[in-house]
């Protein structure tokens, strides 16, 4: 079984693959003072709770976005799993053309993405991905990734929002009845609601103006079902994108 860890900057989401199969999903937080050990211990307890050994574990691929964690996760792999992991980044076969400035620049997430969602959904296509950041990724109708576009995340605004304005504090993100806030509470989850929905929406509309074709819009990431339930202009939202991307790097780079 193939075990696929996406790495990001607040979470890790980790997969395990049985084939085409998504055996097992986690989630845990980024802790970058974590030694290989506190990982490997954690890994090896979340795999005993659903009966599977680390020698199930037959193949391992890491996508990161923190470089202090890449060495952890691959000592983590040679410990625990006894292998040598795949590692996402430049020379790996993808499948798309990337025409980006300086493709080094990319977070493999990016690409990891890019990469499921032509396979799933075809070209054109819009990624939108509501993580620590939210980002934006669009690939062409021959199949080119382009680039995209970044904005703080739904949870850094709202930090920035509630420390930095002495009168405002921290509120539950739901919401709202309405989105003329009768009170501080709700006038503040329409804003952050509603005011990301707006973001989504125009920056969508732009990129479908700049792509030829009808491009389907995809979401994934923490928020995406919520803001999808407000806007007719995400199409697909897929949880599990990136760890699929991970699946089919990981084919495709097997000899």
């Known amino acids: 079984m193939l075990l696929a860890f996406d790495i990001g900057n607040t979470s890790i989401h980790m997969g395990l693959w049985d084939g085409e199969t998504l055996r097992a999903t986690w989630r845990i937080g980024v802790e970058r003072e974590k030694m290989p050990d506190e990982y490997g211990v954690l890994l090896t307890s979340l795999l005993a709770a659903r009966k599977l050994d680390p020698t199930d574990v037959t193949a391992c691929i890491i996508g990161c976005d923190v470089p202090p964690l890449i060495p952890t996760f691959e000592s983590v792999c040679q410990k625990y799993f006894g292998m040598e992991p795949l590692l996402v980044g430049h020379g790996l076969r993808t499948g798309i053309r ?55 995340g ?38 952050i609601l509603f005011g990301y929905v707006g973001l989504v929406e125009g920056l969508v509309e732009r990129f479908k103006a700049e792509l030829d074709g009808d491009a389907k819009v995809v979401g994934t990431g923490g928020w995406a079902k919520d803001i999808a339930r407000e806007t007719e202009c995400i199409d697909i939202v897929d949880s599990d994108l990136t760890l699929k991307g991970l699946r089919f790097i990981y084919e495709m780079n097997q000899p």
């Open 98 to 152: 990337i025409l980006y400035d300086n493709p080094k620049q990319l977070g493999a997430d990016r690409i990891i993405d890019a990469v499921a969602a032509t396979r799933l959904y075809g070209q054109p296509v819009i990624v939108v991905d509501f993580g620590t950041a939210t980002v934006f990724d669009a690939v062409n109708a021959a199949g080119d990734y382009l680039g995209g576009a970044i904005a703080p």
């Open 154 to 191: 739904i949870g850094i605004a709202s930090e920035a929002l509630f420390s930095r304005a002495a009168m405002l504090y921290r509120v539950q993100l739901e919401r709202p009845p309405t989105a003329i806030g009768k009170n501080t509470i709700n006038a503040m989850q329409s804003g």
